[in-house]
């Protein structure tokens, strides 16, 4: 191990070692099976993070890191993109949103645009913002865009419970949640036809679902591990994966223990049940209708639901034929192979959401790679 | 947007909410996904949610199994 310097902090020292087991253990891996190891960090946040520490550049003599489906603006549906951004345009609504969407764009417009246009657009760093919003403003109807993974659908279904405590009646939520574990299993469902040999499970999805909720990957013999999102967490997940990898342990393993528990956050998982119910069917960018895998309002909120209160009439989605960020956000392609990549698609002009989305992988690899 | 900030409680107002800290920026934040959280705890804050207490038992002692795993030989 290193020798520490009185420069160095205990978790620099251990961070470099740790680098560079991961680098002997990776090449050795590579070497063996005479090409780069694919791995997938399903989650966007990991994508960034991956990126902007270096690591995926350190390691991409031997491994191939894949975005997954885990960057929520990515993942959704350019139809669904523009039906949300179609609200900005209706008479007194007041639209409040997680500042990730605002530039992001749709087929005809986005909501920075909108917001110009002299739509009102308000950005929210938490959701009860909007209900504070809709109190302040009994005016204007107030649209809460709930975009997510199961990590913000707690925090939506509290924003909700609070609109319905405090009586308003100005107040709707517009649900375009997702759920990770089905997106995994149907990129699992043909085979494993990108040829993964692990996943780095995402932190905090993983924080609320619990490690257990991804228990079902082991079936398909590929090892799959939780990892957090600083330095050393990032080191320590692609290091437990990588053994995983070498001793062929087709295993979920842990390496974020201090905040993920086996079985996740059940406080949070109620929240999410008084509100929420698991749809039928739902349409993602890229991966096409996965059933049961987005969540929609219970039938006793619906009057909060606005995808059923506010109908607009939007034209057919249109997306650049160019665009790879379905390719992208499946692991089937890195943005480098886009041919929109950096010429057309650029953060300040994006063409797709990866571009765009501050966990987006093609704005990752704009800035970092 | 799954990003999550570690912070730490530094006063509770109700079992609803408290006010969190890091680095010198405080929060009012959320902490009914959290029951039983106490000034001093670290949780970690997503969208204005404390979405999980981190376990300093669990911290510490990673750093020892990190030690371990790497006194190991390859």
């Given at each position: 191990?290193?020798?520490?310097?009185?420069?160095?902090?205990?978790?620099?020292?251990?961070?470099?070692t740790?680098?560079?087991?991961v680098?002997r253990?990776?090449?050795r891996l590579?070497?063996?099976?005479?090409?780069?190891?694919?791995?997938?960090?399903?989650?966007?946040?990991?994508?960034?993070?991956?990126?902007?520490?270096g690591?995926?550049?350190?390691?991409s003599?031997?491994?191939?890191l894949?975005?997954?489906?885990g960057?929520?603006?990515?993942?959704?549906?350019?139809?669904?993109?523009?039906?949300?951004?179609?609200?900005?345009?209706?008479?007194?609504?007041l639209?409040?949103?997680?500042?990730?969407?605002?530039?992001v764009?749709?087929?005809f417009t986005?909501?920075?645009?909108?917001?110009?246009?002299?739509?009102?657009?308000?950005?929210c760093?938490s959701?009860?913002?909007?209900?504070e919003?809709?109190?302040r403003?009994?005016?204007?109807?107030?649209?809460f865009?709930?975009i997510?993974?199961?990590t913000t659908?707690?925090?939506?279904?509290?924003?909700?419970?609070?609109?319905?405590?405090?009586?308003?009646?100005?107040?709707?939520a517009?649900?375009?949640?997702?759920l990770?574990?089905?997106?995994?299993?149907?990129l699992l469902?043909?085979g494993?036809?990108?040829?993964?040999?692990?996943?780095?499970?995402?932190?905090?999805?993983?924080?609320?679902?619990?490690?257990?909720?991804?228990?079902?990957?082991?079936?398909?013999?590929?090892?799959?591990?939780?990892?957090?999102?600083?330095?050393l967490d990032?080191?320590?997940?692609?290091?437990?994966?990588?053994?995983?990898?070498a001793e062929?342990k087709?295993?979920?393993?842990?390496?974020?223990?201090?905040?993920?528990?086996?079985?996740?956050?059940?406080?949070?998982r109620?929240?999410?049940?008084?509100?929420f119910?698991?749809?039928?069917?739902?349409?993602?960018?890229?991966?096409?209708?996965?059933?049961?895998?987005?969540?929609?309002?219970?039938?006793?909120?619906?009057?909060y639901?606005?995808?059923?209160?506010f109908?607009?009439?939007?034209a057919?989605a249109?997306t650049?034929?160019?665009?790879?960020?379905?390719?992208v956000?499946?692991?089937?392609?890195?943005?480098?192979e886009c041919?929109l990549?950096?010429?057309?698609c650029?953060?300040s002009?994006?063409?797709?959401?990866?571009?765009v989305?501050p966990?987006?992988?093609?704005?990752?690899y704009?800035?970092?790679? | 947007?799954?990003l999550g900030?570690?912070?730490?409680?530094?006063?509770?107002?109700?079992?609803l909410?408290a006010?969190?800290?890091?680095m010198?920026?405080?929060?009012?934040?959320?902490?009914?996904?959290?029951?039983?959280?106490?000034?001093?705890?670290?949780?970690?804050?997503?969208?204005?949610?404390?979405?999980e207490?981190?376990?300093?038992?669990?911290a510490a002692?990673?750093i020892?199994?990190?030690?371990?795993?790497?006194?190991?030989?390859v």
């Amino acid at each position: 191990m290193h020798k520490q310097t009185d420069f160095q902090s205990r978790d620099e020292v251990l961070a470099q070692t740790l680098m560079e087991r991961v680098n002997r253990l990776g090449r050795r891996l590579a070497e063996e099976k005479g090409r780069k190891l694919k791995i997938m960090e399903v989650c966007g946040t990991h994508t960034v993070a991956y990126a902007r520490s270096g690591i995926t550049d350190l390691v991409s003599g031997y491994l191939d890191l894949r975005s997954g489906p885990g960057c929520p603006i990515c993942v959704t549906h350019q139809q669904d993109l523009d039906r949300v951004f179609s609200l900005a345009g209706l008479e007194d609504t007041l639209i409040v949103t997680f500042g990730d969407l605002l530039r992001v764009p749709g087929s005809f417009t986005t909501l920075e645009k909108e917001k110009a246009g002299g739509g009102r657009v308000q950005i929210c760093y938490s959701p009860l913002e909007a209900v504070e919003t809709a109190a302040r403003n009994p005016l204007a109807k107030v649209i809460f865009i709930a975009i997510g993974f199961e990590t913000t659908a707690p925090a939506a279904a509290a924003t909700i419970l609070q609109a319905e405590a405090r009586q308003l009646t100005n107040f709707w939520a517009y649900p375009v949640i997702k759920l990770v574990p089905p997106a995994i299993s149907a990129l699992l469902q043909k085979g494993n036809p990108t040829g993964l040999d692990g996943f780095l499970l995402p932190g905090h999805v993983s924080t609320v679902l619990g490690s257990n909720a991804f228990s079902f990957i082991s079936k398909s013999g590929i090892p799959a591990v939780v990892a957090g999102f600083e330095s050393l967490d990032l080191l320590m997940g692609l290091y437990t994966l990588l053994k995983f990898i070498a001793e062929k342990k087709a295993a979920v393993g842990n390496a974020y223990t201090h905040v993920v528990r086996e079985e996740g956050n059940e406080t949070a998982r109620k929240l999410i049940g008084r509100c929420f119910e698991v749809e039928a069917e739902t349409l993602w960018r890229g991966l096409g209708v996965i059933p049961e895998s987005g969540y929609t309002l219970k039938p006793r909120y619906a009057e909060y639901n606005a995808r059923q209160q506010f109908i607009t009439d939007v034209a057919a989605a249109e997306t650049d034929p160019l665009c790879i960020c379905g390719e992208v956000i499946t692991g089937r392609a890195t943005p480098h192979e886009c041919p929109l990549f950096s010429r057309r698609c650029t953060p300040s002009s994006p063409v797709g959401p990866c571009m765009v989305s501050p966990e987006g992988a093609c704005g990752a690899y704009y800035h970092y790679m | 947007m799954c990003l999550g900030i570690p912070m730490r409680l530094s006063s509770i107002e109700n079992n609803l909410m408290a006010t969190a800290e890091t680095m010198g920026v405080k929060r009012t934040i959320s902490i009914q996904m959290v029951p039983g959280a106490r000034v001093g705890d670290h949780v970690l804050v997503h969208a204005g949610f404390a979405i999980e207490r981190i376990d300093p038992a669990e911290a510490a002692e990673r750093i020892e199994l990190l030690k371990t795993l790497l006194e190991e030989p390859v």
